[in-house]
């Protein structure tokens, strides 16, 4: 995947982020009145809207780092051991920023 098309995915999933994160901090008392009325369940859903925040967040946050790295020539490359990253990965999430490997030990050190 060239770095144009990397870049304007990239921006296409910001813009669509930006959109649920103003959706989610949008009107919080309409959250919280909604919960108040369905209060069977455990999780309310000001903390499922709180959860998806988070999740929402960290992508961003993934997303920009991803446009920064194509700004600086590094975009494909992983972020630990230098390596490419895979054109498959990088297809399936453009925001990657390690090989599998470096995600992978990552992820189990967590
Ligand atoms: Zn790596």
Known sequence: MDVTTARER???MLAEL?????????DPVAVRE???ADAGSDLTD???AQAMLTVATTQRQAIMEALKRIDEGLYGRCVDCGSPVPEGRL??????ARCVQCQGKRERRR
């Open 34 to 36: 909604h919960s108040a």
């Open 18 to 26: 930006d959109r649920s994160i103003g959706v989610l901090q949008g």
């Open 91 to 96: 297809e399936a999430r453009p925001e990657a």
């Open 10 to 12: 990239l921006e296409e």
């Open 46 to 48: 000001a903390d499922r």
